[in-house]
């Protein structure tokens, strides 16, 4: 960057993360700093995702980084106010780093096996400023692809073997090809970034850090197919990626980037922003286009498919943001070099947020074909507190839980589906062994049960039944027969329900009883929680062969009701136990059950 | 029904902003989602006589918006609290201990999810993904952002609401 921007620069984490940790008054101490001494320098926002992002890390935050050119750039992480009058008196006056409060060896490693592609910008560049954008290939993906006919583009599509990033991985090149395909002039493109799964934010973190590379995907997009309209359906619980995405429409419409005849590229391009309201089912295309159309966001059968008839009946092509940021990278550096990235099935990288019990929650990107393990261990630091990895959640509630034998599959879409989870959007939750798998099941069908639309028997009804049975069963009140009920059930409903939403929303529980057949068993026949989580089962009492005596427990109950002394095992009183198991999630040591 | 809210009903409500949000959308493609979110924004919630008003002059049976009103999740047809409480239920927060937390926040403040406590100062709110799963668990306050949340902080997070206006 130094030939480009000769200028010292000062980029600051500022996500809801950065901002609640006061990244804004880190900021401003820069700039008053500045001031004072004199120093010609830029202070930009970064990347700015909620809690962990940009570069993964942002649970150190404020996270800083200062470039000066011709130097490394040197990351400060917990800055706060005070930290930066050292900071800019020792290190950008004197050149010397203030070596103390440089983010420690774990950001390296964190950063060691990722390959950043998709997110080279995020975190890199001032996410609002389109000079900072221009200067890091911004716009040249597209500029290439006008030099070609429609039809090579999609070609070069194909060739790249990119395939949706929003869950299912069908070919991009093959659905552009379907809506370029279709008669009419009157086309639509959606960026569809309802990102509803619970547990994957990487969409939001690409809308946030890099808004002009998704608008560059776009345009591609819009131009290969032919279409002059596109939405961009943001979940309205990402007022932040509204407001950044918003601001670089308003500055691209302002330069002529968008609109009529784009950078005098010779094709028209509109892009508005439709905010969400709130229902998961809107994730799911043809709901997600009656939503926009202003109905509710009910899915209808298809076909016919939305590249024939979607948006007011027009031909219409939805890819997710993740996807569409992925197309630029292939016109900058061309389908062979994105092809050589992955595996056979998959190719480039994939994102994914990491979170639940693990040391370093976060957004990494890989190469796919990287292990779990390798995500789990090797980039994200292992277990939390060194627990046991017991599994790991992947695809949202339309995925399957990974028991710890299958820690060693690849990251792929057939990997993952063979294995009996999916890819899903690449939300993965880590849990170890203080989670119950039943819970989990559970947790997902409430959630699924409660999003559904309502419009199909299967999946309205059929939940609900599931959900009863599952309630019953974490509160001890199992019945033989009850798994197999279940397991019926499952198989059913994935066959007869009419959307995506129905379709998946077993596979959490079927993947809980293939994987831990035996924790059901432990509820249904012993009433027993083996993981200890299930409140109606749990006893609170601490296992005097197990207490450390290190009083953690007593230190974290809020009602008092644990007693302890220094050198003496602690003892719950259950008269004031409001067992809200906050003492059994701190106990290191499995002592408390 | 608390003083506030029959005091609520029984004025007038001015319909000036209504009208002019419906004035920018008049014209516009499935324009009944951008009306009721900006109604809801001017009025904190969205009221029987802004309906009556949105299914007039945009055209649209009434029953028709309450059918979208009560599908998605972000309408609301009462009055709200100046302080919103929203408690991420996703899956990261579940497994960090989500319902622990959610169940004390209720002690606390004596309501369950999507209830208003009586002087409408907080309104509480169990959402599904708020997107924040690196800080795991999260809870939002207007739009304020607190996460790796522990009993303990929330307390303190609900103390500091309380003393202000």
Known sequence: MAEKAEELRVLICQGTGGLASGAQAVEDAFRAEFEKHGVEGKVGKRCTVVGTGCRGLCANDVLVDICIPGQEAVTYDFVKPELV?????????????????????????????????????????????????????????????????????????????????????FPTGVKWGFCAASPGDDKYLICNADEGDPGAFMDRSILEGDPYGLIEGMMIAAYAIGCKNGYVYVRAEYPLAIQRLQKAIDVCYEKGFLGKDCMGLGFDFDLKIKAGAGAFVCGEETALMAS?????????????????????????????????????????????????????GTKGTKIFALTGKIKHTGLVEVPAGITMREVIYDVCGGILNNRKFKAVQAGGPSGGCLPGEAIDAQVDYDSLIKAGAMMGSGGLVVMDETTCMVDIARFFLNFTRAESCGKCVPCRIGLKNMLDILERITEGHGRE???????????????????????????????????????????????????????????FEVIEEACKKCGLCYKICPVDAIKWEKGEVAIIDKE?????????????????? | MSNTQAQAEQEEIDLSQANEIIDKYINMKGALMPVLQEVQEAYGYLPEDCVQLIAERLNVYP???????????????????????????????????????????????????????????????????????????????????????????????????????
């Not at chain 1, 024939?308 to 062979?336: C, H, M, Q």
């Not at chain 1, 959307?499 to 026949?525: M, W």
């Not at chain 2, 409480?85 to 169940?103: F, L």
């Open chain 1, 481 to 539: 027969g009850d798994i197999e009920l279940l397991e019926d059930m499952c198989v059913d409903i994935k066959k007869a329900s009419l959307c995506g939403l129905g379709q998946t929303a077993p596979n959490p529980v079927l993947s809980t009883i293939r994987y831990f057949r035996d924790e059901y068993e432990a509820h249904i026949k012993d009433q027993r929680c083996p993981s200890n989580s299930c409140k109606a089962l749990l006893k």
């Open chain 1, 85 to 169: 009058t050292q900071i800019v008196e020792e290190h950008i006056l004197k050149g010397e780093v203030v070596a103390k409060k440089k983010a420690g060896p774990y950001y390296n490693k964190f950063l060691e096996k990722q390959m950043r592609v998709v997110f080279s910008r995020c975190g890199t560049i001032d996410a609002e400023s389109l000079d900072d954008f221009l200067a890091h290939e911004g716009f040249t993906g597209i500029k290439k692809a006008v030099k070609m006919k429609p039809q090579e583009v999609i070609d070069e599509v194909k060739k790249s073997g990119l395939r949706g990033r929003g869950g299912g991985g």
């Open chain 1, 576 to 593: 004031k136990c409001t067992e809200c198991t906050s003492c059994y999630d701190a106990c290191r040591f499995m002592a408390i059950e």
């Open chain 2, 63 to 165: 029953s028709q918006i309450y059918g979208v009103m009560t599908f998605y999740a972000q309408f609301h047809l009462e009055p709200r609290g100046k302080y919103i409480i929203r408690v991420c239920m996703g899956t990261a927060c579940h497994v960090k201990g989500a319902g622990r937390i959610a169940d004390t926040l209720s002690n606390r403040l004596g309501i369950g999810h999507a209830e208003t406590t009586e002087d409408l100062k907080f309104t509480v709110e169990h959402v599904a993904c708020i997107g924040a799963c690196g800080m795991a668990p999260v809870i939002m306050v207007n739009d304020a952002t607190y996460g790796s949340m522990s009993v303990q902080k929330m307390e303190e997070v609900v103390k500091k609401y309380q003393g202000m206006d």
């Open chain 1, 292 to 344: 926009i159309e202003g109905e509710r966001g009910m899915p209808r059968p298809r076909p016919p498919f939305p590249a024939v008839r979607g948006l007011w009946t027009k031909p219409t092509n939805i890819n997710n943001v993740e996807t569409f940021a992925n197309v630029s990278f292939i016109f900058y550096k061309g389908a062979d070099w994105y092809s050589s990235i992955g595996t056979e």
